[in-house]
């Protein structure tokens, strides 16, 4: 039964475009590390959001839509864990924590027609899980995350793009389970990772070589799970995010002055809110071989004005997943998720009755 929580949770995540602005990807779940033996995991993952608004035309003078400006992702992920004696567990992840990919058409009439923005990261954390007595254990790590990002405003003759730099951080975290109830509790803290890139922007045939740092935010992450009989479990998982710690100022882009405005452009992309995130759901055992789990989500919208690059402000979704055991050794897990996008207001238009699919599978192997 406890083979679904991973996957339930990791499926709620998988249409990251609705979270924190469109910027939050991968799932946050340390669950690799209480799986049985030697584990392997490969995971994929797809989104299909739908998020388009109204708000200034190319004129200034009028309204026009926004057309659908998010496209379809993918995702990936690896995970494997090794038991080094009775009481150390080793444990290697590679995933994408932050990414994001937007684009207002060119064949609208909507003011930030063509304007793109993309960010892409992938990060490998190691971790080690000490086992104590008392059902407790500990665990902590470090994480190794790459990220490059850029970005075109043809209005504005804009145009940037960073190097890719790569930076540390770290994981630490407590647990507490008790297996013949099927109960767990972890609670892991990640840290900041702060990248310094070097920036190449263009306005018209000026070009300018600066620097500029972004902060991938810290959070705190409970994941739970209880059993409620031998067939039926309640999981959940509760983020909290630091998401004002987020922020891309270009130096360049930062002075200029916004012609609707008179006023310096200030940060690309910032967040006026920290974010909490809760997870909730019942998982069922049908027989020997499947399973199934049920997961409602929430993050509560801020009301803040949102960025251009990611008109979202929270959301409801509900995740339905299943397990298959195919052998001793081999799962198979896989799910689908539906997003309610909450509405954003940014500063050129508003943007309402939005959503995202998004889907998720997953093989491991024990061996």
């Known amino acids: 039964m406890k083979k679904i929580t991973m996957t339930a949770l990791a499926v709620a995540f998988s249409a990251g475009a609705v979270h924190a602005g469109g910027v939050e990807r991968a799932d946050p779940s340390v669950g690799i590390l209480f799986e049985q033996g ?17 708000g200034i035309d190319a004129t200034t003078t009028g309204v026009a839509g926004s057309g659908d400006l998010v496209p379809g992702f993918g995702t990936y992920g690896f995970a494997y864990k090794e ?14 924590p932050i990414g994001a990919s937007s684009h207002y058409p060119d064949d609208s009439d909507f003011l930030l027609r063509g304007v793109t923005g993309q960010i892409e990261s992938t990060a490998l954390t190691a971790l080690l899980r000490y086992r104590m007595p008392n059902n407790l254990s500990v665990y902590g790590g470090l994480r190794i995350e790459q990220t490059s990002g850029s970005t075109t405003a043809p209005l504005a003759a804009y145009r940037m793009a960073t190097s890719t730099e790569t930076d540390l951080g770290y994981l630490l975290g407590v647990a ?18 702060t990248h310094e890139f070097r920036a190449t922007e263009q306005f018209g045939a000026t070009t300018i070589s600066d620097r500029f740092s972004m902060t991938v935010p810290e959070s705190v992450n409970l994941e739970f799970q209880t059993g409620l009989n031998p067939k039926t479990l309640l ?16 130096p ?4 200029a002055i916004n012609p609707l405005t008179s006023q310096p452009f200030g940060s690309l992309v910032s967040f006026g809110s920290n974010v909490t995130t809760l997870q909730l759901g019942l998982g069922r055992k049908f027989n020997e071989s499947w399973s199934g789990a049920v997961m409602l989500g929430y993050e509560a919208d801020s009301g803040d004005i949102m960025s251009n690059l990611g008109p979202t402000d929270g959301y409801s979704s509900i995740t339905v997943a299943a397990n298959w055991q195919a052998t001793d050794r081999i799962k198979i897990s896989g799910g689908v998720s539906y ?28 061996f």
């Open 38 to 54: 030697r584990y392997v995991e490969f995971g994929f993952g797809a989104a299909q959001p739908r998020v388009s608004g109204t």
């Open 252 to 255: 360049a882009y930062a002075g």
């Open 83 to 96: 038991p080094l004696n009775e009481k150390l567990d080793l444990a290697i992840i590679v995933n994408q």
């Open 339 to 366: 997003f309610d996008i909450g509405d954003a207001r940014t500063a050129v238009g508003r943007f309402r009755g939005n959503h995202a699919w998004g889907a998720g599978l997953r093989i491991g192997m024990n």
């Open 176 to 193: 507490w389970e008790k297996p013949e109830i099927g109960a767990r509790v972890a609670l892991t803290y990640t840290s900041k990772i």
């Open 235 to 250: 999981l959940g998982a509760l983020r909290w995010t630091h998401w004002t710690q987020f922020d891309i100022t270009p």
